[in-house]
């Protein structure tokens, strides 16, 4: 039997979880304040996944950088290849709050959406109305 120390990250609480561990089986989970401490100790043993969140560039935004994250969890093990897709990836603006800037990233069958607004910038300083 083995033992393993995880922090949960489901809540705020960041419960301290152990598990006991034998022939590649969970026996025993302990820590968990709550029910989801549980689910995710077995999640993280069994499946790691994690959101994936980043930045791409944006042209003619007004600010260069756009917020993004993914809809869903990916496996742990694609999160680098999530990145590296998300890396050479430009938008132009305007870009709106949950709009769709990649669909099934890195083929994982999760798509990529923009994580705020992001409005276009004024193109010259006339004087003429908005």
């Known amino acids: 039997m083995i033992k393993k120390n995880l922090t949960c990250i489901s809540c705020p609480m960041s419960c301290q979880l152990e598990l006991t561990i034998d022939n590649g089986e969970i026996l025993q989970i302990t820590g968990n304040g709550c029910k989801n401490g549980e689910t995710y100790a077995r999640q993280e043993f069994t499946n790691p996944q994690r959101v994936v969140t980043t930045t791409v560039a944006c042209h003619s935004g007004l600010w260069p950088r756009l917020p993004v994250k993914t809809v869903a969890a990916v496996p742990k093990d694609k999160v680098a290849h999530v990145v590296r897709a998300l ?5 132009e603006a305007p870009v709106q709050l949950g709009q769709v800037i990649m669909e099934n990233v890195a083929k994982t069958g999760v798509a990529v959406i923009a994580t705020r607004s992001l409005p276009q910038t004024r193109l ?5 109305n908005p």
Request: charged share 20%; aromatic share 0%; with cysteine.
């Open 87 to 91: 890396h050479g990836v430009e938008v």
């Open 124 to 128: 010259n300083n006339s004087c003429e």
